[in-house]
């Protein structure tokens, strides 16, 4: 079993930065991708990063490319998304999820462990 418990999440401005991190127990979470995802108040839950096993290979979703980055520590089992700019749509609940494979992927389907998230809200 994998337990994933987000941190990080709060108020803040426009404009500004956030750090979420990400914390495993149980197993360990270097040979797998990690990824983060967020649902907002009405809506499906959405992609927003994800990171190769090793570390060297990221993608994004188009909305947060330029703002948001995505790390890993793999002595410490933990994953990291640094959002910067921040924006009011950015606002919704943020889970982190181990993937199936050492490789990043936006697909949910492919995720086979979930955090029980962290609120980030944008006031504008």
């Known amino acids: 079993q994998v337990q994933l418990v987000e941190s990080g999440g709060g108020l803040v401005q426009a404009g500004g930065s956030l750090r979420l991190s990400c914390a495993a127990s149980?197993?360990?979470?270097?040979?797998?991708?990690m990824g983060w995802f967020r649902q907002a108040p009405g809506k499906e839950r959405e992609f927003v990063a994800s990171?190769?096993?090793?570390?060297?290979?990221?993608i994004y979703a188009d909305s947060v490319k330029g703002r948001f980055t995505i790390s890993r520590d793999n002595a410490k089992n933990t994953v990291y998304l640094q959002m910067n700019s921040l924006k009011p749509e950015d606002t919704a609940v943020y889970y982190c999820?181990?993937?199936?494979?050492?490789?990043?992927?936006?697909?949910?389907?492919?995720?086979?462990?979930w955090g029980q998230g962290t609120q980030v809200t944008v006031s504008s």
């Open positions: 990171i190769s096993w090793t570390g060297a290979t990221t």
């Open positions: 149980g197993r360990t979470l270097s040979t797998y991708s």
């Open positions: 999820a181990r993937g199936s494979t050492g490789w990043p992927t936006s697909k949910r389907g492919e995720y086979d462990y």
